[in-house]
T-cell receptor, first 115, second 112 residues
Framework: DTGVSQDPRHKITKRGQNVTFRCDPI?????LYWYRQTLGQGPEFLTY????????KSRLLSDRFSAERPKGSFSTLEIQRTEQGDSAMYLC?????????????FGDGTRLSIL | AQSVTQLGSHVSVSEGALVLLRCNYS??????LFWYVQYPNQGLQLLLK??????LVKGINGFEAEFKKSETSFHLTKPSAHMSDAAEYFC??????????FGTGTSLTVIP
């Protein structure tokens, strides 16, 4: 079990630039989740996939945010035209399908800083 | 609507003392409840989960939590705090099979 891997760990960019983060879930897991975590807050759910299907995306923060999981394995989260308020930790998690009792396993996150 | 409330954003205990971190949930359906721990610059690690099999749930590192339906609570406890327990703790509720809601977290400080 290699755990959930996220890349990069840190990203610093200028306002207005596009950024893309990658998440590699635990290989046996078919569900993948993206969260945003700001300082002093708990993770905020953004979207999730079951295999390659994006089953919930209404909670993506704006149309500048998009996520893909083209082959049902790794996923990417893209933020276009970044703004100061996008500075946060972006967390990825994965789990088995199987309902609400399946715990999510988290990666160490990508910390985004907007200059 | 807020699904999870963690009372006390900061808790300090002496090494060896009881740890009590509070979590209350609001849900019209039986929830699944989780406690996670987060160390600085890391992701969240599962401590324990409640899935209706037993109301007292034992987790890793000596932590346990008790589900009390009448109080809509799922408080986390540990009999004796260690320095290594200093971290951020999050309570989470899972609803409808696909949505996790996290509390705002409780920062635990352990005083030597």
């Amino acid at each position: 079990d290699t755990g959930v891997s996220q890349d990069p760990r840190h990203k610093i960019t200028k306002r207005g630039q596009n950024v893309t983060f990658r998440c590699d879930p635990i290989s046996e897991h078919n569900r993948l989740y993206w969260y945003r975590q700001t300082l002093g807050q708990g993770p905020e759910f953004l979207t999730y996939f079951q295999n390659e299907a994006q089953l919930e995306k209404s909670r993506l923060l704006s149309d500048r945010f998009s996520a893909e999981r083209p082959k049902g394995s790794f996923s990417t989260l893209e933020i276009q035209r970044t703004e100061q308020g996008d500075s946060a930790m972006y967390l990825c998690a994965s789990s088995f399908e199987g309902g609400s009792n399946q715990p999510q396993h988290f990666g160490d996150g990508t910390r985004l800083s907007i200059l | 609507a807020q699904s999870v409330t963690q009372l006390g954003s900061h808790v300090s205990v002496s090494e060896g003392a009881l740890v009590l971190l509070r979590c209350n949930y609001s849900s019209s359906v039986p929830p699944y409840l989780f406690w996670y721990v987060q160390y600085p610059n890391q992701g969240l690690q599962l401590l324990l989960k409640y899935t209706s099999a037993a109301t007292l749930v034992k987790g890793i590192n000596g932590f346990e939590a008790e589900f009390k339906k009448s109080e809509t609570s799922f408080h986390l406890t540990k009999p004796s705090a260690h320095m290594s327990d200093a971290a951020e703790y999050f309570c989470a509720v899972s609803l409808f099979g696909n949505q996790f809601y996290f509390g705002t977290g409780t920062s635990l400080t352990v005083i030597p």
